[in-house]
């Protein structure tokens, strides 16, 4: 982050660097706690992720309100711009962040009514693939590590994979046995909110690249999202 001669606009931005952590911070428990209330069957739990969701919409506000108020009072210019800018696309990343957290939440109070079927022990395999994209996407926010961001960038990849994989026994079930197809109509609404909490977070590594090096990655985020071309196998044939 750049240092200035006004000791007020470095701890401004510091404020605003500090506001964003909370958010991505509170994001992060907010997804743990919705995969918590699904290991667990928690109804109670994930009320609470629904409920909490709020925070994050009012700090989103907090983020907005005080990178407005900076640009309009500082007038900023080139890598102090580029911060504040990010910074006010980060917080709408993060929200979004949390909206799919609290739809993981919403899913697993339908989801613990409806009896348990074996593909849920993918779930939290790929949540905590998701969680550390978010934890390290946030020390390179901290840091200005662009590099750190690139690896994040990077590793989407294995989050899309995860999610073909379990999107496929997803389907096998529900073909071989149609009294699961409710609960596992309900994990695959969860698992492709967890899949997409980690575009989030790979799109606010974009920006931390653009923050740091002023400039967007040249390079198309690789993908591993092939479930619109899915084919099952099942007993009698290929579906």
């Not at 993060?94 to 779930?123: C, S, T």
């Not at 899309?160 to 699961?180: A, G, H």
């Not at 390079?219 to 479930?227: A, F, V």
């Amino acid at each position: 982050m750049p240092q200035h001669i006004v000791q007020r606009y470095d701890d401004e931005l510091k404020k605003l660097s500090t506001l964003i952590v909370q958010m991505g911070g509170l994001a992060e428990s907010q997804l743990a706690a919705a995969v918590d209330a699904i290991v667990k069957r928690d109804s109670k739990l994930a009320e609470e992720v629904v409920q909490g969701d709020a925070k994050i919409d009012a700090l989103r506000n907090q983020v907005d309100d005080f990178a407005i108020e900076m640009l309009a009072r500082r007038q900023p210019m080139a890598a102090d711009l580029r911060v504040i800018v990010a910074a006010l696309r980060i917080s709408s990343e993060i929200e979004r962040i949390g909206d799919y957290a609290k739809n993981v939440g919403k899913r697993a109070v339908a989801l613990n009514q409806a009896p348990l079927v074996r593909p849920v022990h993918a779930i939290p395999r790929m949540a905590a693939l998701v969680q550390a994209l978010i934890k390290d996407t946030l020390d390179a926010y901290i840091t200005d590590d662009a590099a750190k961001a690139d690896a994040v960038w990077a590793r989407d990849e294995e989050v899309d994979d995860l999610y073909t994989s379990l999107f496929r026994e997803l389907l096998t079930y529900m073909m071989e046995d149609p009294r699961s197809i409710t609960p596992c109509t309900h994990l695959l609404f969860i698992a492709k909110n967890i899949e997409r909490i980690g575009d989030h977070a790979t799109n606010i590594a974009e920006l931390i690249h653009y923050t740091v090096l002023g400039e967007m990655p040249k390079e198309d985020r690789p993908k591993g999202d092939d479930t619109a071309y899915a084919v099952v196998n099942v007993p009698g044939g290929q579906r």
